[in-house]
C-alpha cells in the first residue's frame, strides 16, 4: 500500500461505520436536494450517484438557486439477466419516480436517471419487492459481474453464465447499511454479521470490473475489465478459464502518468473451488498494494504495473495456495449483437432488440412491458446496451412476433448504427467534457452517407463516443473512437482491432464535426482503395498510421 497521504475518500471510507456516515441525515435535510459531502463518496457504495442538470445550471446560478440536484441509481444484475415480472417492477418504479426513462449500461445493467432525494428509499423498496437491489454497483468495490449474453454462443452456456452469480455473491460487501439505511429505517446493534475479510472498513482503493467471455464471442470487452475470465470448452465440455488481469481503459487528459491497458492474460485454472479463490486474492492484493493517496492511479491496473506482472502472479499463488497453469488457446470471431432471432442449443429462440446507446425509446417501453405481461420472455441485457428477449418456446414466439410487428420493433438499421455504443455524457454526468449519448446518433446520420459513397456501407466497423476520458463507452476498443475533450470537441481515435484486443490511438486531436466527417470521408476513401482482401478497417488504420 502506498506510504503516502491518503485521500480524503480513504478517510470517509474508514470513518463511515460500515458505510452508514451521515446518510440516515442526509436523506431528512431538506435543505438541499443533495447528500452531505462525505455521503455523496458513500452514497456510491448503495448503486447511486448524486447528479445535477448541467443544461440548467448557468440559468439557475443566476437566479442564484441551489443546483437542480437528482440521484442516479443502478441496479446490481449478475450476468444481466431478469425474469418478466422484474422487467414489469423496473418499468412500474421507473414511471413513478425518476425521468421515466430506462437506461441500460455498458455493464450488462439498468439505471434510472433524475431520482429526487425523497424518492429515493421508495424506489429502492420497490426494487427490493421484485427482489432487486443496488448493492455495490458503483463505489470502491466489485462493479456488476458481466458474462457473454447470448446463449447460442455454447451448449455450456447456463454452466458458465452462473459463474456470474457465484463471484457477485462472493465479493459482496458485508455491512448491512443498505437495509438499514433504505429498507428496514432500524439500526443493527449486532455488528458481527457485518465483519469483512476481504473489505475491512477500508474497502478497495478503486473501483474493480470482472467479466466473463465465452469464444467466440468477446460482446464483454474482457480485456477492459480488471479481471477477465475467458471460458476454455472442449467437445462441449467447460474445462476451465483462462485468468487475464489488470485492464481498464481510464485515462485523465494531460496526466501522462494515466494510461488505458488491457488485461495480461496470466494462466489457467480449471478447478471452480481454485478460480473462486484466485479471484478473491487478486482483490486482496489490490486492497493492500493499491495506491489509496491518488485516486487517478489507483486502479488494479497501476497496481500490477508497480508490482510488474511475475512478482503479482507468484503473491496470488502464495495467496491462494492455487499454481496457474499455462493458458489455453481460444478466438474471438466476433464482438457485436446477434440481432433479430436466433435458436440455442436448447431448441428456444431468442430476439435481440437493438437500443440506440442503451436508451429504451417509449414505443420500446411500452412493447417490452406489454411483452412481460405475458409471461413468455425473460430479459437479457447486453454489453452491447441492447436487450436479448429469452427462452422464448417455439410455440410461443408467434405472440412476441405479433408484438413486434405491432409496435414495428425491428426496423432497417445501419451496420454502423447497430455497432454503436456510448455513456451517458451531458446533462447530468459531472466528468462529461462533450456530449456522446444525445450527439453520437446525430453524428452516425452524418457519417452512413460517406460509407454509400465509399461503399463499405455493409462493413461491421465499431463505433463509440465518451463524454470524457474515463471510457465508460469503451471508445478506447472501437475502430472509431471519440472521447470528449471540451463542447462539440473530441479526440478521434483509430487502430482498435475489431473483437476488442487492441487498444485505438489519437489519430486527430481536438476536433470538431466539419474536420471529423472530412477525415472520415478521407479515410473511407483510403480503406477502399488501399485495404488488403478481408482486412478491417481497424487493422487497416493501425496498419496505415501506427505500425
Known amino acids: 500500500m502506498s506510504k503516502d497521504k491518503l485521500s480524503h475518500v480513504e478517510t470517509i471510507k474508514t470513518q463511515s461505520d460500515g458505510l452508514r456516515g451521515t446518510l440516515s441525515q442526509s436523506l431528512v435535510d431538506n435543505h438541499t436536494g443533495n447528500v452531505r459531502p462525505d455521503d455523496e463518496a458513500l452514497i456510491k457504495f448503495h448503486g447511486m450517484y448524486v447528479q445535477d442538470d448541467r443544461d440548467r445550471r448557468q440559468e439557475r446560478a443566476e437566479k442564484k438557486l441551489d443546483k437542480l440536484y437528482s440521484f442516479m441509481i443502478r441496479l446490481r444484475i449478475p450476468g444481466g439477466v431478469i425474469s418478466a415480472k422484474q422487467w414489469q417492477a423496473i418499468h412500474e418504479v421507473s414511471e413513478l419516480y425518476g425521468t421515466g426513462v430506462l437506461k441500460i449500461t455498458t455493464r450488462q445493467t439498468i439505471q434510472l436517471h433524475g431520482l429526487l432525494k425523497h424518492q429515493l428509499s421508495d424506489t429502492i423498496q420497490g426494487f427490493l419487492t421484485a427482489?432487486?437491489?443496488?448493492?455495490?454497483?458503483?463505489?470502491?468495490?466489485?462493479?456488476?459481474?458481466?458474462?457473454?449474453?447470448?446463449?447460442?454462443?455454447?451448449?455450456?452456456?447456463?454452466?458458465i453464465h452462473n459463474y456470474a452469480d457465484k463471484i457477485s455473491e462472493m465479493l459482496l460487501p458485508k455491512t448491512q447499511s443498505y437495509y438499514e439505511i433504505w429498507i428496514?429505517?432500524?439500526?443493527?446493534?449486532?455488528?458481527?454479521?457485518?465483519?469483512?475479510?476481504?473489505?475491512?472498513?477500508?474497502?478497495?482503493?478503486?473501483?474493480?470490473?470482472?467479466?466473463?467471455?465465452?469464444?467466440?464471442?468477446?460482446?464483454?470487452?474482457?480485456?477492459?475489465?480488471?479481471?477477465?475470465?475467458?471460458?476454455?470448452?472442449?467437445?462441449?465440455?467447460?474445462?476451465?478459464?483462462?485468468?487475464?488481469?489488470?485492464?481498464?481503459?481510464?485515462?485523465?487528459?494531460?496526466?501522462?502518468?494515466?494510461?488505458?491497458?488491457?488485461?495480461?492474460?496470466?494462466?489457467?485454472?480449471?478447478?471452480?473451488?481454485?478460480?473462486?479463490?484466485?479471484?478473491?486474492?487478486?482483490?486482496?492484493?489490490?486492497?493492500?498494494?493499491?495506491?489509496?493517496?491518488?485516486?487517478k492511479l489507483a486502479r488494479l491496473k497501476y497496481t500490477l504495473d508497480k508490482m510488474g506482472v511475475e512478482n503479482f502472479v507468484k503473491e496470488l499463488e502464495k495467496r491462494a495456495a492455487v499454481e496457474l497453469k499455462a493458458a489455453k488457446s481460444y478466438t474471438f470471431t466476433e464482438r457485436n449483437d446477434r440481432y433479430g432471432w436466433?435458436?440455442?442449443?436448447?431448441?428456444?429462440?431468442?430476439?435481440?432488440?437493438?437500443?440506440?446507446?442503451?436508451v429504451v425509446t417509449p414505443n420500446?417501453?411500452?412493447?417490452?412491458?406489454?411483452?412481460?405481461?405475458?409471461g413468455l420472455s425473460d430479459f437479457k441485457f447486453t454489453c452491447n446496451q441492447n436487450l436479448i428477449l429469452g427462452e422464448?418456446?417455439?410455440?410461443?414466439?408467434?405472440?412476441?412476433?405479433?408484438?413486434?410487428?405491432?409496435?414495428?420493433?425491428?426496423?432497417?438499421?445501419?451496420?454502423?448504427?447497430?455497432?454503436?455504443?456510448?455513456?451517458?455524457?451531458?446533462?447530468?454526468?459531472?466528468?462529461?467534457?462533450?456530449?456522446?449519448?444525445?450527439?453520437?446518433?446525430?453524428?452516425?446520420?452524418?457519417?452512413?452517407?460517406?460509407?454509400?459513397?465509399?461503399?463499405?456501407?455493409?462493413?461491421?466497423?465499431?463505433?463509440?463516443?465518451?463524454?470524457?476520458?474515463?471510457?465508460?463507452?469503451?471508445?478506447?476498443?472501437?475502430?472509431?473512437?471519440?472521447?470528449?475533450?471540451?463542447?462539440?470537441?473530441?479526440?478521434?481515435?483509430?487502430?482498435?482491432?475489431?473483437?476488442?484486443?487492441?487498444?485505438?490511438?489519437?489519430?486527430?486531436?481536438?476536433?470538431?464535426?466539419?474536420?471529423?466527417?472530412?477525415?472520415?470521408?478521407?479515410?473511407?476513401?483510403?480503406?477502399?482503395?488501399?485495404?488488403?482482401?478481408?482486412?478491417?478497417?481497424?487493422?487497416?488504420?493501425?496498419?496505415?498510421?501506427?505500425?
Open 131 to 159: 427482489k432487486l437491489d443496488a448493492i455495490a454497483a458503483c463505489g470502491d468495490v466489485n462493479r456488476n459481474v458481466i458474462c457473454s449474453s447470448h446463449p447460442q454462443v455454447s451448449p455450456v452456456f447456463e454452466q
Open 392 to 547: 422464448i418456446a417455439l410455440e410461443d414466439k408467434w405472440q412476441v412476433e405479433k408484438l413486434l410487428t405491432q409496435y414495428n420493433i425491428g426496423q432497417n438499421i445501419s451496420n454502423l448504427r447497430q455497432s454503436s455504443m456510448s455513456c451517458v455524457a451531458l446533462p447530468t454526468c459531472p466528468l462529461a467534457l462533450a456530449e456522446a449519448q444525445r450527439y453520437l446518433p446525430e453524428l452516425i446520420t452524418k457519417i452512413e452517407p460517406l460509407l454509400v459513397k465509399h461503399k463499405i456501407d455493409q462493413e461491421d466497423i465499431s463505433i463509440r463516443m465518451t463524454g470524457c476520458p474515463n471510457g465508460c463507452g469503451r471508445s478506447y476498443l472501437a475502430e472509431i473512437g471519440f472521447v470528449g475533450t471540451a463542447p462539440e470537441e473530441y479526440n478521434l481515435m483509430l487502430g482498435a482491432d475489431r473483437y476488442g484486443t487492441r487498444l485505438n490511438q489519437i489519430y486527430k486531436s481536438k476536433i470538431k464535426e466539419p474536420e471529423i466527417l472530412q477525415e472520415l470521408d478521407y479515410l473511407f476513401g483510403l480503406y477502399k482503395k488501399e485495404a488488403l482482401d478481408h482486412e478491417t478497417f481497424g487493422d487497416f488504420s493501425f496498419r496505415k498510421f501506427f505500425n
Open 184 to 295: 428496514d429505517n432500524q439500526k443493527i446493534y449486532d455488528r458481527s454479521v457485518e465483519s469483512d475479510p476481504l473489505y475491512q472498513d477500508r474497502y478497495l482503493p478503486r473501483k474493480f470490473k470482472i467479466a466473463i467471455a465465452i469464444p467466440p464471442t468477446n460482446d464483454v470487452d474482457v480485456f477492459a475489465n480488471d479481471i477477465g475470465l475467458i471460458a476454455i470448452v472442449e467437445n462441449d465440455q467447460l474445462i476451465g478459464f483462462n485468468i487475464a488481469i489488470g485492464g481498464g481503459l481510464s485515462t485523465t487528459h494531460g496526466n501522462k502518468d494515466t494510461y488505458s491497458r488491457l488485461a495480461t492474460v496470466i494462466g489457467f485454472c480449471s478447478s471452480e473451488s481454485d478460480i473462486l479463490k484466485l479471484i478473491y486474492h487478486v482483490l486482496t492484493i489490490q486492497r493492500d498494494y493499491g495506491n489509496r493517496s491518488d485516486r
Open 342 to 358: 436466433q435458436q440455442a442449443h436448447d431448441n428456444k429462440w431468442y430476439y435481440t432488440l437493438f437500443v440506440e446507446n442503451g
Open 364 to 374: 420500446q417501453k411500452e412493447f417490452l412491458f406489454n411483452l412481460s405481461k405475458l
